[in-house]
Every structure is written in C-alpha cells, then in structure tokens.
C-alpha cells in the first residue's frame, strides 16, 4: 500500500466529520498548489496536508492534545518525518517554531481554505466559482466576519515565506475550484 492509500484508510477510520473530510482535502490540493510555487516535493506536501487534522474529531475537546494524536498514528505507520513534524508544528497552541517550507507553509496558510469556504458561503448561490481574490480580500479586512479564522497566523505567511496575502487568496482559490465538486461548494 502507498502513502496515499495508507491516508485514506487512516481518514475512513478517524474522520467521521464530513466537513472535516472536505477541509482535509482542500488542504491537501492547497499544498500540492504551495509545493509548486516554492518548487518542493508535491506529495510530500499534499500528504501534509490531507493528515494535518486527522485526529481532529477526536481531539476537539481536548485541543492540546491536537494534533499529538495524529502524530502518534502516523509515527506507528510510518509516515515520513517531514509529513509528522509539519503537521506537528502546524497547531500553533503548541508553540512550537515552524522552520522548514513545509512547516511554515502548512502552519500559515491551511486556516485560509477556511476563510474561502466562508466567503463562498455568502455568495449568492454560495459556489466557489462566484468567488474573486477581491472579494476574499475585501472580507480579510472585516474583523466581524468569519471571525474563528486567525488572520494573525495567515499574515504571517509574508514574513515567514514571503507570499503576500494576495497570491495566497488567488493560489487558495484556485486550487480550491479545482476540487469545488469534492468541496460540495
Ligand atoms: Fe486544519
């Protein structure tokens, strides 16, 4: 069994959530769109990404220990170390610095596939194709809406990898259309 597959077993059985799978796989397309920009490793950074909560359903009483579950799953199945200490670090409850691309990548960009999905839900017909860069940045600069979402650790994606909001937004979106029937949006 590859890695991919080896995933999605583990997301069948610790991810009931359905909306927590979405966010999964959004996530993942987002980094395989962010390991081509910084030229990395494409599923090394996907498989990042489609992990990084996978203990979510379990942990989300308890988030400090989120996502130290998913860590020890993943070490006992042999994932990459790179794919376990990005999404180690990812949770920044933790405290922990994130000093790889991969790392910071993951820990300032995956809360923006959230922040799309909110916009879209206010669009007319609440689909992703209704959604501009404009409009996610217009939405980025009202405190009072989608209001969970950490802009703080997204802005941080300028000083930690130089990507300016606005190339997040559209490299966000785009690779969230792409999957938009996977995404139910
Ligand atoms: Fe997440």
């Not at 990005?86 to 409850?93: E, G, S």
């Not at 689909?127 to 997204?154: C, D, H, M, W, Y």
């Not at 994606?157 to 999957?179: D, F, P, V």
Request: proline share 3%.
């Amino acid at each position: 069994m590859d890695l991919k597959e080896k995933a999605f077993k583990l997301i069948e059985q610790y991810v009931q959530n359905q909306n927590l799978k979405k966010h999964l796989l959004a996530v993942e397309n987002l980094m395989r769109h962010l390991a081509k920009r910084f030229k990395e490793d494409e599923e090394i950074w996907a498989l990042s990404g489609l992990l990084h909560d996978l203990d979510w359903d379990i942990t989300k009483e308890t988030p400090q220990k989120h996502p130290l579950v998913a860590v020890e799953i993943l070490e006992k199945e042999g994932f990459p170390e790179e794919v376990i200490s990005a999404i180690k670090k990812h949770n920044h409850l933790q405290g922990l610095i994130p000093e790889t691309t991969l790392e910071k990548a993951l820990y300032t960009c995956e809360e923006m596939t959230g922040f799309v999905v909110a916009v879209a839900l206010v669009m007319p017909n609440k689909k992703l194709s209704e959604v501009t860069v404009e409009r996610i940045l217009n939405k980025f600069k009202e405190p009072s809406f989608a209001k969970g979402v950490n802009r703080e650790i997204i802005l941080k994606a300028e000083e930690m990898l130089g990507l300016k909001l606005e190339e997040l937004a559209e490299i966000t979106l785009k690779s969230m259309q792409e999957i938009s029937d996977e995404l139910g949006l």
